[in-house]
């Protein structure tokens, strides 16, 4: 392996972008050549990881200032510095000092960034929710991610002042981390803690809604069920709460929502015979909502078509996943199962190949050619994640 990877450094001219691309023609060459191709190809996967691991000698004097631009500032050091001196009270359970900590990081963080009219900081979780957000709630605006994370900071910042019972305080807190992340679901969910600590019911039930609003995976819209389910309980009135579960469990599978389900019944044998109708009766006279924001359903499949369209095929299928579970879309379910009939037919083809090739192999060997062999895959079969799954069939969006 060492020789490989010296025999291939040899022939870098030191030019980052024609190095890249002689390492790319490579893999190319390799794809054709039996013998040893695995070894080779792991050879140059060293070689180009050697070289995005910033190797200066790599790269071209316009990199290397591109690099030097991104250093971090004499502010973002210090910020740096007192986030460690945060998590050091915070380990040590030093709840003054961590809340006076956050206290001076807050203005040191908000400053770094300022959203105008052409540009809003955000501070996302995932590229997922950046995209989401864009594409709902941005407008026309260009949607960047601030250099901290600062959601979390407010959000560690409210769980230290609810432990100061300053529940108005920490309040505020949350709609600051809401404020800089639209989409966090853990903001939302401690305002819906103190909410219900303070049994101000409405605003709990307003605010489930809002959570609902940007829930986008199944999951998250059983739990907002569960959630409904959970005051309804609380306020006696028994077949809503079953209805709302009901609905949690007709998105996801839960078995402790199951089991709910089956104390209800026993409690209640009748309730056994409330049908779909009666449940989505029930769920409009308590205001509920039923069913995803539209508007998020539309995003996820501007983004899995992308995704698609770049042959980014499991990443879109977990999306596809996602919809169906959330729509019970016949449409989507057989986009899901085109796509595996696509990478079927591909992976059979790749099969037809190799037992050509192993035909060749074995025609040569036989008329006095030296054998070779090799367990090497193209870059295609390389990158692929995993085999391909069946689609399954979705029960009735509530059974």
Not at 141 to 165: H, S
Request: include cysteine; charge should be negative.
């Amino acid at each position: 392996m060492e020789n490989k990877i010296q025999v291939i450094k040899k022939n870098l001219t030191g030019d980052y972008k024609k190095d890249v691309e002689f390492l790319n023609s490579l893999y190319d060459q390799e794809n054709k050549i039996i013998e040893d191709a695995k070894a080779t190809i792991d050879a140059i996967n060293i070689v180009v990881e050697e070289i995005n691991n910033n190797d200066n000698r790599f790269k071209t004097e316009d990199e290397n200032n591109v690099e030097e631009v991104q250093e971090q500032t004499v502010e973002e050091q210090e910020i740096d510095k007192m986030i460690d001196e945060l998590f050091e009270h915070l380990d040590n359970e030093s709840d003054d000092e961590a809340i006076k900590s956050i206290e001076e990081i807050i203005p040191k963080i908000e400053s770094l960034t300022k959203s105008d009219e052409d540009v809003l900081y955000c501070s996302f979780k995932s590229e997922l929710e950046k995209i989401i957000f864009t594409k709902i709630f941005a407008g026309e605006k260009k949607v960047e991610q601030t250099p901290y994370a600062n959601d979390t900071i407010y959000i560690i910042y409210a769980d230290l002042l609810l432990k100061r019972k300053r529940k108005t305080d920490a309040m505020n807190a949350l709609d600051r981390a809401i404020y800089w992340n639209f989409l966090s679901r853990e903001a939302r969910e401690r305002k819906l803690d103190i909410y219900l600590s303070r049994k101000e019911i409405v605003k709990y039930l307003e605010n489930v809604k809002l959570l609902q609003m940007i829930s986008y995976t199944p999951q998250d819209m059983a739990d907002c069920y569960n959630k409904y389910g959970y005051v309804f309980n609380e306020l006696k009135d028994i077949k809503s709460a079953y209805a709302m579960y009901r609905l949690s469990y007709s998105y996801y599978n839960n078995d402790n929502v199951a089991n709910l389900i089956s104390t209800f019944e026993k409690l209640d044998p009748t309730l056994k015979e409330m049908n779909a109708d009666d449940i989505l009766n029930l769920a409009e006279d308590n205001d509920v909502l039923i069913g995803a924001n539209n508007k998020i359903i539309k995003a996820q499949r501007e983004i899995t078509s992308d995704l698609i369209n770049n042959g980014l095929i499991e990443q879109a299928k977990t999306l596809l996943q996602n919809d169906y579970a959330m729509t019970s879309d016949e449409e989507i379910a057989n986009i899901y199962n085109k796509l595996i009939e696509i990478q079927n037919d591909e992976n059979n083809s790749s099969e037809v190949k190799k037992d050509k090739k192993q035909e060749k192999e074995n025609t040569a060997t036989k008329s006095g050619t030296k054998k070779t062999t090799s367990k090497s895959t193209t870059k295609k079969e390389i990158i692929k994640n995993g085999k391909a799954k069946k689609a399954t069939t979705k029960k009735e969006k509530v059974n």
